[in-house]
């Protein structure tokens, strides 16, 4: 039986005309009170209405007349930026990374501390340190705060269901930093930010679905189709780090062998650099010799400048990411795919080999309309825009896509 069609209520209809205005306003950067109401279908009276509420509230403000069209010219109106902070904060690198994020994802305010291989109890202390430090550095209100973590995650209950790294197993980290602030906390995977980074502040089309594959420590994929942000029935949707891609490969954290991340992550790729090092025909071992340690901007200048090892590593790498993305694309038929993190800076020549074996591993009529490029977004910022990405989805109703069934803030709007 079809559950039966509810009419909105007056206040859903508010809150519904307040986001659509607001939206149509933060979209255009410049717009009158009569372009929003042709542009919504809105009547004036209820566009002027809302209009005065967000002045009331500080978002909006008129900054001047527009040209006249005949008669009188019109008002314009504008958003103000830094009416309204959000809280950004990355858990997926070796050092926790925070900022305060005005309404157009610029950065007031960044403090990163490090991590030092600690977990457990300690990891959630230190997310206390950093929030609390974050909390002092601004003046303006603060409508919530948007975490990145790395492992499995269930974005709807803001609970860590698993996260090796810091040691972490069904911690109900919403919870607890609800309880502490009294702000809206929204929380996802740090693959599934680092997608909503790119497709709420890059320029990139917001008709089309996209892919942003995340690569550090970890590898995980955030999935964005139909303007929504997939994270499967299990809250898995991505996870291609631990497909396996090597039978009878290296162990991988996840107890597994022969996973993508054994292969293909900075830290696999850095341990697997290590014998060349040795190799005095190596450029690579020349540009250590003086005790420098191994890092990816040197494995970057090795592939550039041609040495033949890095170039075999890099070329396997590569490989094994394209034999991944060749899944992607077979089920998803995805025409965008971005690569995120330091290792993009291997170049279009590491990524043609990605997309080549890609396109040999799958349909090749679907994957030939299949782009692959690196991340707009430089990779020590992702995390923390994708996560104040979450805020505005959920206070404002912007563009980001939704997590469906995630919980609702209070809303700026629901006030």
Same mark, same amino acid.
């Given at each position: 039986?079809?559950?039966?069609?509810?009419?909105?209520? +007056?206040?859903?209809?508010?809150?519904?005309?307040?986001?659509?205005?607001?939206?149509?306003?933060?979209?255009?950067?410049?717009?009158?009170?009569?372009?929003?109401?042709?542009?919504?279908?809105?009547?004036?009276?209820?566009?002027?209405?809302?209009?005065?509420?967000?002045?009331?509230?500080?978002?909006?403000?008129?900054?001047?007349?527009?040209?006249?069209?005949?008669?009188?010219?019109?008002?314009?109106?504008?958003?103000?930026?830094?009416?309204?902070?959000?809280?950004?904060?990355?858990?997926?690198?070796?050092?926790?990374?925070?900022?305060?994020?005005?309404?157009?994802?610029?950065?007031?305010?960044?403090?990163?501390?490090?991590?030092?291989?600690?977990?457990?109890?300690?990891?959630?202390?230190?997310?206390?340190?950093?929030?609390?430090?974050?909390?002092?550095?601004?003046?303006?209100?603060?409508?919530?705060?948007?975490?990145?973590?790395?492992?499995?995650?269930?974005?709807?209950?803001?609970?860590?269901?698993?996260?090796?790294?810091?040691?972490? +197993?069904?911690?109900?980290?919403?919870?607890?930093?609800?309880?502490?602030?009294?702000?809206?906390?929204?929380?996802?995977?740090?693959?599934?930010?680092?997608?909503?980074?790119?497709?709420?502040?890059?320029?990139?089309?917001?008709?089309?679905?996209?892919?942003?594959?995340?690569?550090?420590?970890?590898?995980?994929?955030?999935?964005?189709?139909?303007?929504?942000?997939?994270?499967?029935?299990?809250?898995?949707?991505?996870?291609?780090?631990?497909?396996?891609?090597?039978?009878?490969?290296?162990?991988?954290?996840?107890?597994?062998?022969?996973?993508?991340?054994?292969?293909?992550?900075?830290?696999?790729?850095?341990?697997?650099?290590?014998?060349?090092?040795?190799?005095?025909?190596?450029?690579?071992?020349?540009?250590?010799?003086?005790?420098?340690?191994?890092?990816?901007?040197?494995?970057?200048?090795?592939?550039?400048?041609?040495?033949?090892?890095?170039?075999?590593?890099?070329?396997?790498?590569?490989?094994?990411?394209?034999?991944?993305?060749?899944?992607?694309?077979?089920?998803?038929?995805?025409? +965008?795919?971005?690569?995120?993190?330091?290792?993009?800076?291997?170049?279009?020549?590491?990524?043609?080999?990605?997309?080549?074996?890609?396109?040999?591993?799958?349909?090749?009529?679907?994957?030939?309309?299949?782009?692959?490029?690196?991340?707009?977004?430089?990779?020590?910022?992702?995390?923390?825009?994708?996560?104040?990405?979450?805020?505005?989805?959920?206070?404002?109703?912007?563009?980001?896509?939704?997590?469906?069934?995630?919980?609702?803030?209070?809303?700026?709007?629901?006030?």
């Amino acid at each position: 039986m079809r559950p039966s069609v509810q009419k909105a209520t +007056r206040k859903q209809t508010r809150v519904h005309n307040s986001r659509l205005i607001f939206k149509t306003i933060y979209d255009r950067e410049e717009v009158s009170r009569a372009d929003i109401a042709r542009e919504t279908g809105l009547t004036r009276t209820t566009v002027s209405d809302v209009v005065g509420e967000l002045i009331g509230k500080g978002l909006v403000e008129e900054i001047g007349y527009g040209p006249s069209a005949g008669g009188k010219p019109p008002i314009l109106l504008s958003v103000v930026d830094d009416s309204y902070h959000l809280m950004g904060i990355d858990l997926a690198s070796g050092e926790f990374r925070g900022a305060i994020v005005n309404l157009r994802g610029e950065i007031r305010h960044r403090i990163d501390l490090p991590l030092d291989d600690r977990d457990g109890e300690i990891a959630l202390s230190l997310v206390y340190k950093l929030i609390d430090r974050l909390m002092q550095a601004t003046d303006s209100p603060l409508l919530g705060i948007g975490i990145g973590s790395p492992g499995l995650m269930d974005p709807i209950h803001g609970v860590v269901r698993r996260s090796v790294n810091l040691d972490w +197993r069904d911690l109900p980290l919403r919870s607890l930093l609800r309880e502490r602030y009294g702000l809206p906390v929204y929380v996802a995977n740090d693959s599934q930010t680092a997608a909503l980074a790119e497709y709420t502040f890059s320029d990139i089309d917001r008709n089309d679905n996209l892919v942003v594959v995340k690569i550090e420590n970890g590898i995980g994929a955030g999935i964005v189709l139909n303007s929504r942000l997939l994270y499967g029935d299990t809250f898995g949707a991505g996870e291609i780090g631990h497909m396996v891609v090597v039978d009878g490969g290296q162990r991988c954290r996840c107890g597994n062998f022969g996973c993508l991340e054994t292969v293909a992550s900075a830290r696999s790729i850095l341990r697997q650099a290590q014998p060349i090092t040795r190799n005095p025909q190596s450029l690579l071992a020349q540009y250590v010799a003086d005790g420098e340690e191994i890092t990816l901007p040197l494995l970057r200048k090795a592939f550039l400048n041609g040495d033949e090892m890095v170039t075999d590593l890099l070329s396997n790498t590569a490989r094994y990411l394209g034999v991944a993305l060749a899944s992607c694309v077979s089920v998803l038929s995805i025409r +965008r795919i971005l690569i995120a993190g330091e290792i993009a800076i291997f170049g279009e020549e590491w990524l043609h080999i990605i997309r080549q074996v890609m396109i040999q591993r799958s349909l090749s009529l679907v994957a030939n309309e299949t782009e692959v490029g690196a991340s707009s977004i430089s990779p020590d910022i992702i995390v923390i825009l994708g996560a104040s990405a979450l805020v505005l989805t959920y206070e404002l109703g912007l563009f980001a896509p939704l997590l469906i069934g995630a919980p609702s803030g209070r809303g700026i709007f629901r006030d």
